[in-house]
C-alpha cells in the first residue's frame, strides 16, 4: 500500500510543478524557461510568511500573488516583444531564471533554508500510515486540475484561450485580442508555478537554485503532452510510476534519470508524444 501511495503523491507533485508550464506552453508555443525560477520565487515566498509569523497556510496565496505579479511584469517587460522570434523567447527566459536565481541569492543568501510543513503527522490508509501532507497534494493537484478544466471549458476566458490556441489568425479576426489572452495566461501559468514551489516546500529545502530539477521534468513532461491536461496526466501517472518503481527496487539514482529518457524515448517512437491522437 505504501508503494501505491508513493506512486499517487509522486504523480500529485509532478502535475503540480507541470501544470503551469504547460498552461504557458499550449496558449503561447513556448517553453518558459524561467518556470524553475517561479517554483523558486514560489517557495521563497512560503519561507517569508513563515519568517513573518503567519500560518504555513498563508505562504500558499502569497506565493500565488507573487508569482503571478512577477509573471505580469515578465510577459509586460521580456515576452511580449518576442512572441515572433520563439526561439529567442525562449532564450530569454532562460536568461531570466538564471538573473532571477541570482537576485534571491543577494536578498536571501545560499544558505539553504526549511519551511514547516503545514500539516504534521500521519494518516492511516488501509493499515498503512503515510505522511498527511503527502496525501493532502493529492487533493491540492485534484483541485488544481479540477479549477483549471473549469477555467478552460467553462468561462469566456477559457473559450477565447482555446481560439488562440486552434487558430490565433482567425480569432483575431473575430475580435478576440490575443495580446491580453496571452497577458492573463502567462501570469496564470507563473502563478501556478509559484504557488507550486510553495506546496513542495515541504518536502524538500529552500534554496535559491531549488527550481532547476524540478523545471527539468517539468519540461519532459510538457514535451510528451503537448498542451493537452489530460495527456498532461496521463505522463505523470506513467512516468511518475517508473519513476517511483525504480527508485525504490533499483537505484534513486536510475529513478531521477527515469522522466528524461521515457521522455526521450516516447518522442523518439511517437514525435506529438501522448497527445498524438487524442
Same mark, same amino acid.
Given at each position: =500500500? ?25 496558449? !503561447? /508555443? ?27 497556510w498563508a505562504g500558499l496565496p502569497l506565493a500565488l500573488l507573487a508569482g503571478?505579479?512577477?509573471? =505580469? ?39 539553504? /533554508? ?33 479549477? !483549471? ?16 490556441? !486552434? ?10 485580442? +490575443? ?30 537554485? =531549488? ?8 519540461? =519532459?513532461?510538457?514535451?510528451? +503532452?503537448?498542451?493537452? !491536461? ?41 514525435? /506529438? ?6
Amino acid at each position: =500500500m505504501a508503494l501505491i501511495l508513493d506512486i499517487l503523491t509522486t504523480v500529485a507533485v509532478l502535475y503540480v510543478v507541470a501544470a503551469g508550464l504547460l498552461l504557458i506552453f499550449g496558449v !503561447m /508555443k513556448i517553453i518558459n524557461f524561467a518556470h524553475g525560477a517561479f517554483l523558486t520565487i514560489g517557495a521563497y515566498a512560503s519561507l517569508v510568511a513563515a519568517q513573518l509569523g503567519f500560518s504555513p497556510w498563508a505562504g500558499l496565496p502569497l506565493a500565488l500573488l507573487a508569482g503571478g505579479l512577477a509573471g =505580469m511584469a515578465i510577459e509586460w517587460c521580456v515576452v511580449r516583444p518576442l512572441y515572433a522570434r520563439p526561439l529567442d523567447a525562449i532564450l530569454a527566459t532562460w536568461g531570466l531564471g538564471i538573473i532571477i536565481g541570482q537576485l534571491i541569492t543577494l536578498g536571501f543568501g545560499r544558505e539553504v /533554508k526549511f519551511v514547516a510543513s503545514p500539516v504534521q503527522g500521519t494518516l492511516a490508509v488501509l493499515g498503512t500510515d503515510y505522511s498527511a501532507y503527502r496525501l493532502l497534494l493529492v487533493g491540492a493537484a485534484a483541485l488544481i486540475g479540477t479549477v !483549471m478544466a473549469a477555467l478552460l471549458t467553462r468561462t469566456r476566458f477559457g473559450l477565447v484561450t482555446r481560439a488562440v490556441i !486552434m487558430n490565433e489568425q482567425l480569432a483575431r479576426g473575430l475580435g478576440i485580442n +490575443s495580446g491580453v489572452v496571452r497577458f492573463a495566461t502567462f501570469s496564470v501559468g507563473a502563478g501556478l508555478g509559484s504557488l507550486a514551489g510553495a506546496l513542495i516546500t515541504p518536502l524538500s529545502s529552500v534554496d535559491p537554485n =531549488m527550481g532547476v530539477p524540478w523545471l527539468v521534468n517539468a519540461f =519532459m513532461l510538457v514535451m510528451v +503532452s503537448g498542451s493537452s !491536461m489530460a495527456s498532461l496526466l496521463l505522463a505523470t501517472f506513467v512516468f511518475g510510476a517508473v519513476q517511483v518503481l525504480l527508485s525504490t527496487f533499483v537505484s534513486p539514482i536510475l529513478g531521477g534519470l527515469a522522466i528524461a529518457v521515457l521522455a526521450a524515448i516516447t518522442l523518439r517512437i511517437r514525435p /506529438k508524444g501522448f497527445a498524438h491522437g487524442g
